[in-house]
């Protein structure tokens, strides 16, 4: 099987995708959850949502994920919404081996199970469980459970995948190490990715656009665009450029903390 | 690690005196209910022939064991009836109770209309409707098959509509997100969330089945077709003839202890790869 996953574009040449404008979110009882926010997603973006909590980082993904209704503005996709979606926990289905797992979006679109067995295999290898494939969740670590989610996610190649906060449970060596992998990752299928995290370092390692949010309401405060090229590896984390962003990324974040408290 | 010219593991004392007691353990936890019950049955014998109580009033654990065998011939075929009926009820509250747990699943509607019944056949006492089942129902097996049925079902209805429910949240969004219908949602993230719950509840329904079928047939007497195990007890009660009682009594426990064994099997082969409560842990 030949793999065909989407070519990426540089910086500025990127078509857009998907566009949020002037979104507003009033749960009931009032409570504004998200206040006028407008956001555009390129293809190839990987956007970082970065904001303390009740910042409405996880009400703007549920919205885009068509979980739930904006109040006020719109949600406006160019062409279908192909959509993978990774949580805080794993959400695996306990009762399925992992290639069963992965294989879930595509049984839920009536395709069988042999027409994707390769899509299947392909997306474990990326995530390097090739090996795990007839394994089930409870017999993996939570590290290797959120590789499972994540090739779950893309195995039928989105044009966005919407992570929420998916590391925040993981020890400090797995986050990093996943944070490199999923660079990887992204770099071989180079796809779109919303990344909502409340760690300023991972957004800074991960992502080229920073979307910083404020709470009460919810609203984007500023957005930060990180220039640094890919691929990024250790060598990034470690850098002057690195350090110096993550104290702009850290300082526009107590900006809008500071500004809300 | 250096290389040892012993192929033995090296074993330190407090490890080989941990090994010692779990495998002390392993086999206590059947030898200790075995050498109980025996102990038991001893107490028993020694009672009877002790006090040296007559037959008629207590027999003898012994003598219990003989009639088994004397009487098998009018026993077994009443075990047999017995057992079918019970079977045959537990088989009807399972497609009855799963069928109702997924309709009211499926529609909140049916499930405000029709839960109150649920519960009202659930506690009213079976012996209580039993006589009227039996006027209004021609059919002795049917009779019997409802009584049994009445007892059993709700178990299975209310612990399935429980783990129908009981999906993950997360799994629910993602099921929406992908666009999953409502048979897709149902067959595959709320069937499989819901049957350790039905496992759960089918165990119990196995012991209530049984226990249905038996008063059943006590409300529905002599005569007729029936001459289940109940109706054996019935008889040999009017006749004071005690020990056939207990050898139908002991046919009775140890078939209930049959059923319940069997559904823990079943329960733990359907569930012993994935499920914490039938998954062995080493350590």
């Not at chain 1, 879930?104 to 295999?121: C, G, N, S, T």
């Not at chain 1, 660079?183 to 990344?195: Q, Y």
């Not at chain 2, 107490?43 to 003989?66: K, M, Q």
Request: with cysteine; charged share 20%.
């Amino acid at each position: 099987m030949v793999v065909t996953w989407r070519k990426p574009k540089p910086v500025g040449q990127r078509p857009p995708l998907m566009r949020m404008d002037g979104v507003d979110k009033v749960f009931p009882g009032g409570i504004r959850a998200l206040h006028d926010m407008t956001l555009q997603v390129n293809e190839g973006d990987f956007v970082s949502l970065l904001g303390p909590s009740g910042c409405g980082k996880s009400t703007a993904l549920r919205l885009i994920a068509g979980l739930m209704q904006p109040t006020r503005g719109e949600i406006r996709w160019e062409g279908t919404a192909e959509i993978g979606v990774v949580f805080q926990e794993p959400t695996l289905m306990p009762w399925a081996t992992v290639e069963e797992n992965v294989y879930l979006p595509f049984r839920l679109k009536h395709r069988r199970f042999v027409q994707v067995a390769e899509d299947i295999r392909l997306a474990l290898r990326l995530v390097g469980l090739e090996g795990f494939a007839r394994a089930y969740p409870r017999e993996l670590s939570g590290g290797m459970k959120m590789r499972v989610s994540i090739a779950r996610a893309m195995v039928t190649r989105p044009k966005l995948i919407l992570m929420d906060e998916p590391f925040a449970a993981l020890d400090e060596i797995t986050r990093h190490k996943l944070n490199k992998d999923l660079l990887e990752l992204k770099e071989k299928i180079s796809s779109t990715v919303i990344f909502v995290t409340h760690s300023v370092f991972e957004s800074v390692f991960l992502s080229d656009r920073i979307v910083v949010m404020a709470a009460r309401p919810g609203r984007v405060f500023r957005e930060l665009a990180v220039p640094a090229p890919y691929p990024r590896g250790e060598e990034f984390r470690t850098s002057a450029d690195y350090a110096a962003l993550c104290r702009t990324a850290s300082d526009t974040l107590h900006h809008a903390m500071g500004e809300s408290a | 690690m250096t290389v040892t010219d012993t192929t033995e593991p090296l074993i330190d004392a407090g490890e080989q005196a941990r090994l010692t007691a779990r495998r002390r353990e392993r086999v206590l936890r059947w030898l200790l209910p075995m050498l109980t019950v025996i102990a038991a049955l001893v107490l028993w014998d020694r009672i009877v022939v002790w006090n040296a109580i007559p037959h008629y009033i207590l027999p003898g654990p012994g003598l219990v064991a003989r009639t088994l065998v004397q009487d098998a011939p009018i026993l077994f075929p009443a075990l047999l009836v017995t057992l079918q009926i019970t079977l045959m009820a537990l088989a009807v509250a399972v497609i009855g109770g799963v069928g109702l747990a997924v309709l009211f699943s499926l529609s909140r509607w049916t499930e405000m209309c029709f839960y109150p019944f649920a519960v009202i056949l659930q506690v009213t006492p079976v012996v209580a409707i039993a006589p009227l089942i039996f006027i209004y129902v021609e059919n002795r097996l049917v009779g019997l098959l409802l009584c049994a049925w009445i007892v059993a079902f709700f178990p299975i209805l209310s612990n399935t509509s429980l783990g129908l429910r009981s999906t993950d949240p997360n799994l629910r969004d993602l099921y929406t997100i992908y666009g999953a219908s409502r048979w897709q949602r149902l067959r595959y993230l709320q069937l499989p969330t819901a049957l350790p719950y039905f496992l759960g509840g089918l165990r119990i329904a196995g012991g209530l089945s049984l226990i249905g079928a038996v008063v059943a047939e006590y409300v529905a007497g002599t005569g007729g077709i029936g001459s289940g195990l109940a109706f054996r007890i019935l008889e040999a009660g009017y006749r004071l003839n005690i020990p056939r009682m207990f050898a139908a009594l002991a046919l009775i426990a140890l078939t209930g202890i049959v059923i319940f064994a069997a559904l823990s099997l079943i329960s733990h082969l359907a569930l012993r790869k994935w499920h914490e409560s039938a998954v062995r842990r080493t350590e």
